[in-house]
């Protein structure tokens, strides 16, 4: 059970450092009830229900459909990454950043890794996430 736990932290180094520095959080601010009011849960839930419902296309092969058609029209590299990014910008007016990006960036692993460019994969997140934090100031309803 340790040696499982151990490898998994092992292996997902971001969630590790968090966990590790929100236990040192917890010895700078001591508990207290306070605590249960930093919670919004109905923002939680709706979260919860974006990812699982992303979760659910990406299980019945819409994302991987949607990856094909759109890699049929693309013929290069920089068009491929232009259009993820293009498709946060825009989609980010009309939803939070936060919904674009979780409804994108599964598409935009997936795409990339059709075509072969998983090395790709960091800076075209990078540029996603910064076009759809840039789109939603454009517009009251995105932000």
Known sequence: M????????K????????LALAVLSMFIIPLSAGYLKYLDL???ILLFGLMTATTGLQNIGFFRQLGEL??????????LE??????????SMLITNDVALITFVPLGMMMLEMASQR????FAVALMTIAANLGSMFTPIGN
């Open 119 to 122: 090395k790709r994969l960091c």
């Open 42 to 44: 109905h923002t939680l």
């Open 70 to 79: 759109l890699l049929l029209r693309i013929h290069s590299l920089r068009q």
């Open 11 to 18: 292996k997902d180094t971001v969630l590790t450092i968090a």
């Open 2 to 9: 340790i040696q499982k736990a151990s490898s998994f932290l």
């Open 82 to 91: 232009q259009l993820l990014i293009l498709l946060c910008f825009f989609s």
